[in-house]
Each structure stands twice: as C-alpha cells, then as structure tokens.
C-alpha cells in the first residue's frame, strides 16, 4: 500500500501561549513594580462651635461633619467642640491651629465658614496659613474644599474680596475725618492730661512725685514729666 503523509500543523501564535504575560509597571522612581501604590489616609479634625443661645445645632454639626469625612475615607483624630458668643480669642481653635502647625493633622472639618472665623479678615488669614503649611481645609455648607485645585482657587477669590472690604473701610474714615475737619471738629483723642497742667503743677509742688501725681489724676506718667518740662 502507498505511504501517506501526515497532515502538516500549521504553527499559529495561539499554540506558544493561550495566557498574555502581564508587564510590570514601572512607579515614579523607575522601579518595576506589580503592586498599586497604597492610598494615604489622612487625619481630619473636626471643629464645631455654637453660641452659647444655640447648643442645639452642635451634635448635627458633628454629625454632618463626621460622615463627610467618613466618605472621603479620612479617620477622624481629633472632635473639638467650642462654645461662646462672639469672643475675640477662642481658646479650641487655637488648638486645632496648634494641632495644625505641628502637622499632626492634614485636614480641618467646619460645618461653616462663620462657625471659624471672626471676620472676613480672620478667615483669610487663617485659610492662608493653612494652606501654607500645607493643612486642608474644608466647609461643607459653603462647599469649600482646599484640598482641592478648584477649592483652592475659590480661596484665592475670597482674599481678593477681603482686601477690597479693607480698602472701603478705609476710604470710608478718611472720608469721615475729611468731613470732620471741614466742619472745624477736632479729630483724635481729646488733650485730657494738657488741661491738668496747672493740677499737675500744684501737686507737684505739695512733695508728689510723678507717679502718684499720675494715679491721683488718671492720666500717663510720661505725660505728667512732658508736662512739668
């Protein structure tokens, strides 16, 4: 019988490998890696203050600001709570600010912006250092987020806003002491220790010194020694 040939296999690339190898991705440092870079979890402090009339919006504060954090996967170190009316210096937020200098925080939490800062001047200032130091900061009603590009260029706006309430006020007082000037009023404080002088005198004659002279007449030491020249 005739020999018959065997049919020839034709080689496809399907029969080296039926599995694509996967290639290493190289990180920023040039370095093969497979693995993805781990996120950075940042820590969030949360301010919240009320009036000293209005303690009822403090737990809804902290609420809102404990699941907005929760969402953006920041771990909360620090809830910081302050109460008052109206005070120049509050103590807790100067905490939060020290916490921020010493970079054990990455991020402040408000519920507002007036629950922060005193003025428009204020918030600026403190928003500028902030951002300086490299600490976010954000305000859910306002929906400012510095952590963000975007929420950093809002911040920018807001400075812009400030410096010109500044510069209103002070056209407005040099407009107020123009006017005072034309109506002959005099401007600044009244010479109260120039019309004592004849008391001062007298009661330096009686064996006072300046200083009880001063106390006895409510006015400045340095203005009883200018007076008696």
Aim: aromatic share 4%; proline share 4%.
């Amino acid at each position: 019988m005739p020999k018959t040939k065997a049919p020839e296999t034709r080689k496809t690339n399907a029969s080296k490998s039926n599995v694509a190898k996967s290639k290493p991705v190289k990180s920023n440092l040039g370095v093969a890696s497979s693995k993805p870079s781990p996120v950075i979890q940042l820590n969030a402090a949360l301010y919240a203050r009320v009036s000293t009339n209005d303690q009822q919006t403090l737990p809804m504060q902290l609420k809102q600001m404990g699941e907005y954090a929760k969402k953006r996967g920041w771990k909360i170190s620090h809830k910081i709570e302050e109460i008052g009316s109206g005070a120049k210096i509050r103590p807790q937020r100067e905490a939060i600010l020290k916490l921020a200098r010493q970079r054990k925080i990455d991020v402040i939490i408000v519920w507002r912006l007036d629950r922060w800062g005193r003025s428009v001047s204020d918030l600026i200032g403190t928003l500028r250092e902030l951002t300086d130091i490299g600490v976010g900061f954000v305000s859910l009603t306002e929906a400012l987020d510095l952590t963000t590009p975007a929420g950093r260029a809002m911040a920018g706006m807001l400075a812009v806003f400030a410096e010109f309430e500044r510069d209103i006020l002070r056209e407005r007082v040099k407009a107020g002491i123009a006017h005072a000037r034309e109506q002959g009023k005099a401007h600044g404080r009244p010479p109260t220790a120039s019309r004592k002088q004849e008391q001062i005198k007298k009661l330096k004659e009686k064996g006072l010194n300046n200083s009880q002279i001063a106390r006895k007449l409510k006015i400045g030491r340095t203005s009883v020694i200018r007076l008696l020249k």
